[in-house]
């Protein structure tokens, strides 16, 4: 992962042609392994794009307790 924002968002930054679903698993497996629940995946191709994802599970919610 790239960066984490204030402890709340994760963001892997891109600079690829387009943006793929390769791409947004990196993501999901990032918020799977952390606590955080929100993360966005940043293109800066040669279109701009971006992809946010929301991952959230009892398992995270129980082991911040």
């Known amino acids: 992962m790239d960066l984490v924002v204030e402890n709340k968002v994760i ?3 891109k600079a690829q042609p387009k943006l793929t679903e390769a791409h947004e698993a990196q993501l ?27 991952f959230t599970n009892d398992k995270k919610k129980l082991s911040r307790s």
């Open 28 to 54: 999901l497996h990032y918020l799977r392994a952390t606590n955080l629940e929100v993360g966005m995946v940043l293109n800066f191709g040669p279109e701009p794009k971006f992809c946010r994802k929301v």
């Open 11 to 13: 963001l892997e930054l």
